[in-house]
């Protein structure tokens, strides 16, 4: 409200009848054409005002045909704070229905602290070693490599999108008893629903690995050693490529622990270690095991004399 409201000021209210008279006067005086007297007035009215956007008012600057707004006071409920949310407002608190704030579309991002440079630099170390766990591993025995990451990604992504399904319907609906035996009957479905982008990232890191393969071929390298770089290219095109978020969520529940304490990204390293040694011992021991078959694929395969002899 105005100071004065006695007064109509078409400058403070711009939709304000700009003849009208004190608000001590008979109400509706203005509008039909009497003085205060009640005698007719004869006047003339202002002209129309015609809105006319400035072309070089610039994005920001106020509008100069608004209302001037009041200034509130210290005491005024609906003085706001650069945030945009009323003084008092909590907004860690619960919202009810009746919270205008609630569910804020627009409101600022939560900005997530960074992990320190020796944290990430641990996990680093874990994924590099795990991948050579993966490589002296496919060099032992590939299909059967394979076929267990081909196995673990699909549970892997099955379970991530089962669980980012549940945690939207809690968000919408609010958490329930039937929450948990209702993730367990929808897996089966869910783990169908992300099997077109399972096969995918199999693909496509398969594809990779089979380049490296190639390229490994090219340059006279020994099968031992093309299965170990080319299995090790499978496991980080897993980890980083298209659809790989749906494994790196699960699995960073596992490295992001290991890696913040010290003692526990020992053990956790010692541990891939360990593994890699004991891959590249079944190789050095037994040689390249290709289960369930007896022979490494287009072993029968012979090239003809013309390109053999070129």
Known sequence: MRDDPAVADPRVDPWADPWAGPAGDRQGAAYDGRGPDGTL????????????????RRL?????????????????????????????????????????????????????ARAPLAERARR??????????????????????LAVLLVLVTVLRGGSLAGSVAADRRRARGPKWYDGPRLLLAAPWTLTRSLPATAVLTLWSVG???????????????????????????????????GGSRVRSPLARVVEP????GA???????????????????????????TPDDSPPLADVSLPSWWAAG
């Open 258 to 261: 290991a890696a913040r304490s």
């Open 60 to 112: 920001g600057d106020p509008d100069p045909w608004s209302a001037p707004r009041p200034e509130a006071g210290p005491g005024d409920p609906a003085v706001a704070h650069p945030g945009g949310r009323p003084e008092g407002h909590d907004p860690d608190g619960p919202e009810g229905p009746g919270d205008p704030w609630a569910h804020e579309p627009w409101g600022a991002p939560v900005e997530v």
């Open 208 to 242: 990779l690995g089979l380049a490296v393969a190639l390229l490994c071929y090219a340059v006279a390298a020994t099968t031992p050693t093309i299965l170990l770089v080319s299995g090790a290219t499978v496991a980080v095109s897993l980890w980083a490529g298209p």
């Open 124 to 145: 680093a170390t874990l994924l590099v070693a795990a991948a050579g766990a993966v490589g002296t591993a496919t060099a032992a025995a590939p299909w059967v490599t």
């Open 264 to 290: 526990r990204w020992v053990v956790s390293l010692v541990v891939l270690v360990l593994l890699a040694a004991a891959g590249a011992f079944a190789q050095a021991q037994g040689g390249t095991r290709w």
């Open 41 to 56: 007035v004869e006047r003339d009215h202002p002209p129309t005002r015609v809105y006319e956007e400035d072309p070089t």
